[in-house]
C-alpha cells in the first residue's frame, strides 16, 4: 500500500482527485487529505488531482510505481547469479527479459527471456533464474531488466553486479 500526502503549499483545499479504474484507492483525513493506493507489485497508475482557491484551479498528475517485484543477489556474485521474483503466476507480472551485460565492453554475456522461462515448471516452483557466473572475467556487471508492460515505452532498470 503506497500513502501520500498531497495536501501542502502547492495544493490548497478543497482538492478532488480521479484515477483509472480497477485500482484499489481512497482518501482519508481533513485538513491533510491522506490518499491510500493499494498497487500489486510492479503496477503503475496515474491519479489526477486538482486543487481549487480563489485564484483558480491548479492541477498535477501524480504517477505511484510499486516495487518491480523481484531480487537480485548475491552480490558480489563468486559462483551464482541469482534473479528471484515474488509472482509468478502470470506471465504479465514478470519482464520481458533479463540480460547480464558486462560493464568493461558493454556487451551482453547472457540474456534470458522470461516468457520462456514462465514456460518451465522449475521456474514456477523455484520462481528464480539462476546464472553460473564462474567462469566470467571478474568485474563490474549489470543486469538489464526490460519490461514493456510497465510503461508505454520499453521500462529498462540496471542493477550493478560485483563478481568477485
Known sequence: MIRTNLNGSELLNPVSWSHPGGINAFAAGTNNVDYYINLSSGQSVTITVAATNLCGT??????????SGYRVYSNPAKDYLTVEFDHVDYLEALPDELELVSEEKM?????VKMKDEFEKKAFKASKKVEFQVTDLPRGVYYVRVTDSKKEKDKQVELIRILLD
Open 107 to 111: 556487451k551482453t554475456v547472457w540474456s
Open 58 to 67: 491548479s492541477t498535477r498528475n501524480v504517477t505511484f510505481t510499486t516495487s
